[in-house]
């Protein structure tokens, strides 16, 4: 019993760093119809760039804060590439951002090498259940309600959240009223940076990153990002904890190897099971 109390913990702080990644995506992909294959990237170059400041010398708190920063640069700059030339179709956009993850590739092995990373997290543990966890999972789980709670007020109480939700439910009607759908578009990617960036440097210090580890990130958030349906980035949370805990069950009492499948596994499940029940069309238009 206490492995299984162990594992759903361990799952609840992973799965919140899928939450914070797949709500990225989905910012992202309701203001602009693009699924960013990018997002895991962000994450990756996030943790890489925390743990180089902290080798250099910076503190935890501003190393992750200029690193989650830096995401969010590299996350406009894609969203330039992806979707600032207008009439780009979302397609293309698709395209562009797969070639700028895989152009990651290259750039974090020539920067960084191709050795793992990671960094020491919050010290000491907790005792939770009669386990001993670590503090960086109630750090993990803190830090991620207080972000979904920040997004919640950035979406309710500020013109620019209010743009992004209008630009999600109707892009037409939003470009009539003023708003430029572009713009609001950079702003979403750039949002979805800091979110993917928030994810790696709150999970490296638990899992050490690889610059070819941004693969596994995106296919576990964007099966959080369709377990929620890719409707609000609150619905997030609760998909990504689900899947996390899930993940490391099947890590847990099988093999760690298969948590990639299964979040595959499950994402084709959902998708086929929502093509059964609405049309194609439908799907899409909302």
Not at 38 to 58: D, P, R, S, W
Not at 230 to 245: I, M, S
Not at 274 to 283: C, D, E, I, S, Y
Request: with cysteine; net charge neutral.
């Amino acid at each position: 019993m206490n492995a299984f109390f162990s594992y759903v913990l361990h799952g609840i702080a992973v799965g919140c760093s899928f939450a914070l990644l797949a709500s990225g995506l989905i910012i992202i992909y309701r203001v602009t119809r693009v699924v960013n294959l990018a997002q895991g990237t962000f994450a990756v170059v996030a943790a890489f760039t925390a743990a180089t400041l902290m080798k250099a010398g910076l503190p935890h708190g501003a190393a992750e804060l200029l690193s989650t920063l830096a995401a969010a640069a590299l996350g406009f700059f894609v969203g330039v590439v992806a979707i600032a030339k207008r009439g780009t179709s979302s397609q293309a956009s698709l395209i562009a951002t797969l070639g700028l993850a895989i152009f990651g590739y290259a750039l974090e092995i020539l920067i960084w090498g191709d050795q793992p990373r990671s960094f020491a997290g919050l010290e000491g543990t907790l005792e939770l259940f009669g386990l001993e966890l670590p503090k960086q999972y109630a750090l993990i789980v803190v830090a991620t309600l207080l972000v979904f709670g920040a997004l919640e007020l950035f979406f309710e109480h500020t013109y620019a959240g209010k743009a992004l939700s209008a630009c999600a439910s109707n892009p037409y009607a939003a470009k009539l009223v003023g708003i430029s759908v572009v713009r609001t578009g950079l702003l979403g990617f750039a949002l979805g940076g800091a979110l993917g960036g928030v994810a790696g440097v709150l999970i490296t210090p638990l899992s050490p990153l690889s610059y070819d580890s941004d693969i596994s990130l995106f296919v576990s958030g964007f099966a959080s990002a369709i377990i929620a349906g890719l409707k609000r980035p609150l619905l997030a949370l609760g998909g990504g904890v689900l899947l996390g805990v899930a993940e490391a069950l099947v890590a847990g009492y099988s093999k760690a190897s298969y948590q990639t499948a299964f979040a595959l596994t499950l994402t084709l499940a959902i998708l086929v099971a929502q093509g059964l029940r609405r049309p194609a069309v439908q799907l899409a238009d909302e």
